[in-house]
């Protein structure tokens, strides 16, 4: 799915205007709003809706970041920024796909057409966790390039999660309470992919939790309650004994330097 800098540069930004105007036209204008849907479709996954909204905000300012370092960054400048540009771009269709389906996702929830909106999701979560799970390299916390594309990706594809979940249980069981298996299986799902996560997905997987369980009442809630602290325990401990990233500032800055010594060399040369 790789694309060149040239269109990643105007395909990446020009999905998060679309994404970003067509929710906001069915959180305030669309009648019914995004969220009088869901107030009114409701089941066993449906979270509290405000944490999703909480979640995109701090989300959306990540990625406008991330956006202004692929246009901060040029590819002829030098092997150091082209490198670090290289790890965006890689990311960027991904990243168009998912906004693209999110934002079309929203004419069909405000029209309460739910099994076509959970097409959408289905797309933009498996891909999401396609690209993380076999795409994205280890970070590096020396590459700002590196830290952002993770939380970026890893953060879109944690609350794809969620996305999932919510939308699938409203278009095929609503009014339903969770059966054995959906029990069973949510504490068995979120607890393989928390012992599988770093700190930023898996901390997405405990946010995910939560929300849920502030979203759910009686016997559920308590369960989602202890899946959050469990699932919490699980990525702390794993992460704590198991460091998830790399730390390389002597091969940038090696790279710099060479990228230095050459044009200085050519400057002798020209002399």
């Not at 933009?124 to 994205?136: G, R």
């Not at 939308?167 to 309470?177: G, L, P, R, V």
């Not at 405990?206 to 016997?219: E, I, K, T, W």
């Not at 990233?245 to 800055?253: I, P, V």
């Amino acid at each position: 799915m790789g694309i060149s800098y040239s269109t990643a540069r105007y395909l990446a930004p020009a999905s998060f205007i679309y994404n970003f105007l067509t929710n906001q036209y069915g959180l305030a204008i669309h009648d019914p709003t995004m969220k009088q849907v869901h107030d009114s479709n409701l089941s066993f996954f449906s979270p509290q809706p405000y944490f999703i909204g909480g979640f995109f905000f701090p989300q959306q300012i990540i990625q406008l970041i991330w956006i202004y370092r692929m246009w901060k960054l040029n590819p002829k400048k030098s092997d150091a920024e082209r490198k670090e540009l290289d790890q965006i771009v890689d990311y960027a269709p991904y990243y168009a796909l998912g906004n693209f389906c999110i934002g079309t996702w929203m004419f069909f929830w405000c029209n309460e057409q739910l099994k076509i909106s959970n097409a959408f999701v289905v797309v933009n979560t498996l891909s999401q966790l396609f690209y993380i799970a076999t795409k994205l390299g280890p970070m590096n916390t020396q590459s700002p390039s590196s830290v952002l594309t993770h939380v970026v990706s890893k953060t879109f594809a944690g609350i794809g999660v969620l996305d999932l979940l919510h939308n699938t249980s409203i278009a095929y069981f609503k009014d339903e309470a969770p059966s054995m298996l959906v029990k069973v299986g949510t504490g068995l799902g979120f607890g393989l992919l928390s012992a599988s996560s770093d700190w930023i997905f898996g901390g997405c997987m405990v946010y995910d939790l939560v929300a849920l369980a502030v979203g759910q009442s009686g016997s559920w809630r308590q369960l989602l309650s202890l899946y959050a602290m469990g699932s919490a325990a699980i990525v702390g401990a794993k992460n704590y004994a198991i460091p998830p990233y790399e730390s390389r500032r002597e091969d940038y800055t090696l790279t710099s330097q060479q990228d230095s010594l050459t044009a200085q060399e050519d400057v002798n040369d020209r002399v």
